[in-house]
């Protein structure tokens, strides 16, 4: 019986493989379909404060930076039994920080002979007989990355967002094809759908409470964002990647590395992605890379309702970072309120009791921390959970915002679903950079 359960697993997988080979032949017609499929009722998850007991689960980190230490962390933190056994990254110095970080705060050692370092460090991690990868390097490698760990059958948590472009969105998304025919379990880094305020307020609005939806707002705007100047001795490639948040071809810009967490909300709050943008944006003070500092985007969807998107990343400016959706009886903030058309409040979260004998946010689990509980209580419970496509969609979303406001002209989904553009070099080196280093001018 065992051998013929594995059987029929790797004829899945041999299909699911299939059909990611005929996706790509045939371009983003397939794709396109398969992004169809009724998203107005999205799996509203359990809330379990530690993963449920099961087998030892061993886990590899990619990307051994701010945001992969941290999903390091929170692996560790979401249940027993969840170790840390291989890590890899570009740079040595980042992989050692990394674990220093790890065995202080949270007692987790790495054997020397499970840390790589390279551009290859990844496949490396891969290999090292591990169940679960994290995949936390600059968004850039996120398509080659996720598609190595689903070919060699590995669960996955899938950091947003997915690719800096069209071609890399739609690998991610022929992946996760391949995932779902080989039962693999895979987890995005949209944690607002795996906090339990936001999904509270998200069953709410799927009641009805709201009426029918007919507009939407999302704004995250916030002062200047990190940078890394050159420094001496580095080559251009060091350079990029120590300040690859500033770079489009590692981060995809701002629209798409940080924006992308309100188009997804609203995405899923609504069940629908928009099918065009017209946006415009500029840069103005940002000091190193070649990103814009600011967009606003009209997104329409296929009723003909619209969402208005802001991004900013300015000092000495106003700051928002929020979502709000109008129905035809009342508005949301997404997040833990909800208003009828006078304003007057008519539903709000219930926060848990913090220490001071007050409710608090604060008091309410880690969204980072939760998210790893569902992908853990799937993978050792056999619960269908994958991602990896919902997060591609609000990707290639932001995407679509980027390209109209670096072309200046409305822009369709269709459009850059179909679209053959690359970001990035042809090889992956130190030293030189051979793409071309400019600011898009709309209009040109």
């Known amino acids: 019986m065992k051998e013929n359960t594995q059987l029929t697993d790797r004829r899945q997988f041999i299909k699911g493989a299939a059909a990611v080979a005929a996706a790509g032949a ?46 390091a962390m929170n692996f560790v933190d979401a249940g027993n039994g969840l170790r840390i056994t291989a890590m890899g990254d570009v740079f040595a110095d980042r992989l050692n920080s990394c674990r220093h970080h790890l065995k202080e705060q949270r007692g987790v050692e790495v054997p020397d002979e499970k840390c790589f370092v390279g551009f290859d460090a990844y496949q490396k991690v891969i290999e090292s007989d591990v169940d679960v ?159 814009y500092d600011y967009f606003s985007t009209d997104f329409v969807f296929d009723d003909n309702t619209h969402m208005h998107s802001m991004c900013r990343q300015m000092d000495g400016c106003t700051n928002n970072i929020s979502d709000r959706i109008r129905g035809t009886r009342g508005y949301t903030n997404c997040q833990n309120e909800i208003y009828d058309h006078n304003g007057q409040l008519i539903w709000s979260y219930e926060y848990p009791v913090g220490e001071d004998g007050q409710p608090s946010p604060q008091a309410m689990m880690s969204p980072y921390v939760q998210e790893i509980i569902h992908l853990v209580e799937a993978i050792r419970q056999d619960k269908a959970l994958n991602e990896a496509e919902d997060c591609a969609i609000s990707t ?45 001018v709309p209009g040109a």
């Open 396 to 440: 290639m979303v932001a995407i679509m915002g980027r390209m109209s406001a670096y072309t200046g002209r409305e822009v369709t989904y269709e459009e850059v679903m179909n679209s053959n553009l690359r970001l990035g070099p042809a090889k992956l080196a130190f030293g030189p950079v051979d793409i071309p280093i400019e600011v898009p």
């Open 133 to 291: 990868v994290l995949l936390c390097a600059p968004p850039y490698f996120r398509p080659s990355h996720f598609d190595a760990a689903v070919r060699a059958r590995k669960h996955v948590f899938l950091e947003k967002p997915v690719a800096v472009d069209p071609v890399g969105t739609r690998t991610v998304m022929a992946s996760a094809r391949m995932a779902d025919a080989a039962g693999l379990k895979v987890v995005a880094g949209t944690q607002r759908r795996h906090q339990r305020d936001y999904v509270s307020t998200y069953e709410q609005i799927r009641s009805g409470i709201i009426g029918d939806i007919v507009a939407s707002n999302c704004w995250w705007n916030q002062q200047r964002l990190w940078y890394v100047q050159p420094q001496d001795g580095w080559d251009q490639m060091t350079a990029m990647l120590r300040d690859w948040v500033n770079w489009r071809w590692l981060s995809g810009d701002i629209i798409v590395e940080q924006h992308m967490h309100n188009i997804d909300t609203v995405y899923w709050f609504t069940g629908k992605y928009p099918v065009k943008a017209l946006a415009f944006g500029g840069r103005h003070r940002r000091l190193t890379g070649d990103q």
């Open 26 to 71: 045939l371009g983003a017609g397939a794709l396109l379909q398969s992004c169809s499929r009724d998203r107005t009722k999205a799996v509203v998850p359990t809330f379990l404060d530690q993963a449920p007991d099961g087998r030892e689960l061993k886990t590899g980190l990619i990307g051994c930076g701010h945001r992969g230490t941290g999903a």
